[in-house]
């Protein structure tokens, strides 16, 4: 007999591959669109937090500016620079130095004068003939008389410490008359950035415009140019603003960082790749459970839906091979009100004529028995 293949076995493979096909699509897709999401999400939150940084390192700044602009809008200041007595260098050391009390991040609030006098508070020796108008920011000031400006970073000789200036000209009669300006000590703008965290274990640090590291949470990069050796310095400098990936000792990075426009500096970002593969990898081993999970269920109610078609099948078959051996005693039972109780039916029924079509036989072939014997 021609060896086939079981229903029950076809069934279940149908079954499980109808159920397990949609699931790993599912899965896939799902998968890719949570991955989307996330890295869309990681960038704007990222980003979020380097703008508001920026935004908070504008309004300190901003800050200092105008506390310039009441240095060079207090008319002590200008009665000084008119007449330098004793009386009003004490009223206008008094006004420098209330700007200076204002504020423990302003190392020194002085008033440069075009004669070359200096007046610094708190009060410092100053070198032996030194001269203000020699330097650069004053020089600066008086080029761009009426504006404010900033010196780029550097290192302050007497302190150590990592300061910027801010300077403005003082303007009488459409003349430059003198130079005021606050040194501002990084320090504590430099902590708070530094304390700053983006996304999990990311951080925040800036640089100047050439790469020189103002404020990290390692303070032994400070001063440094640590920066421009990373692989993606030249997107960072030569961009406004950006989300990348870079490597870094091996290891895969994102930075997210923008350029703050007062000062050219750089606010700079910095992620671990597993920012976003672990919550990744959790999603998608989340989604091998299910596909694991609903297999077993697919098998379950593959054997449940195959033993419910296959078992009314074998006591069909069974029956018919009972009718094939000769008993037509048997009758078909599958207890179903469905396709499979008709085909019940139709079996027994058919017995039921085969038994007539013998037992009609027999008798015919008893009657030309009978008539032959009578012969």
């Not at 610094?120 to 000031?141: A, H």
């Amino acid at each position: 007999m021609k060896k086939r293949g079981k229903v029950k076995n076809s069934l279940m493979i149908v079954l499980m591959i109808m159920v397990i096909i949609p699931l790993l699509a599912l899965g896939f897709l799902t998968y890719n669109k949570t991955e989307d999401v996330l890295e869309t999400n990681l960038i704007l939150s990222s980003e979020d937090a380097i703008k508001v940084s920026n935004e908070q390192i504008n309004d300190y700044l901003n800050n200092i500016e105008s506390k310039v602009m009441i240095i060079a809008n207090d008319e002590t200041i200008y009665e000084l620079l008119d007449n330098p007595s004793v009386e009003d260098e004490i009223h206008g050391r008094n006004a420098l130095d209330n700007v200076k009390q204002s504020d423990e991040d302003l190392m020194y609030v002085y008033l440069a004068s075009e004669d070359g006098s200096m007046y610094v508070q708190p009060k410092v020796e100053l070198e032996y003939g030194f001269d203000p108008r020699t330097r650069q920011w004053y020089k600066d000031s008086v080029s761009n008389k009426g504006k404010i400006l900033w010196t780029e970073p550097y290192i302050d000789d007497i302190t150590g410490e990592y300061i910027i200036s801010c300077t403005k000209a003082l303007v009488k009669n459409d003349q430059v008359v003198g130079v005021v300006g606050i040194d501002l000590n990084l320090r504590t703008l430099s902590e708070y950035i530094a304390n700053k965290t983006i996304g999990k274990d990311g951080y925040i640090y800036i640089t100047d415009k050439d790469g020189t590291m103002i404020s990290h949470k390692n303070k032994e990069l400070i001063g440094k140019d640590d920066a421009t050796k990373l692989e993606c310095w030249d997107t960072i400098k030569n961009s406004k603003r950006d989300f990348i990936t870079y490597k870094f000792q091996g290891e895969d990075k994102f930075a997210v960082f923008t350029t703050n426009e007062k000062m050219g500096w750089k606010i700079i970002g910095a992620l671990n790749e597993d920012e976003l593969s672990t919550d990744t990898g959790a999603i998608k081993t989340f989604i091998l459970i299910t596909i694991a999970v609903s297999q077993l269920l697919a098998i379950g109610v593959s054997v449940l839906v195959a033993n419910g078609i296959s078992k009314p099948l074998n006591s069909l078959k069974n029956t018919l091979n009972e009718v094939a051996e000769g008993n037509l005693g048997v009758r078909a039972e599958t207890n179903r009100n469905d396709e499979f109780g008709e085909i019940e039916d139709a079996c027994n029924h058919m017995i039921e004529n085969i038994r007539g079509l013998i037992k009609g036989t027999q008798e015919s072939s008893r009657v030309v028995l009978e008539s032959s014997e009578a012969l």
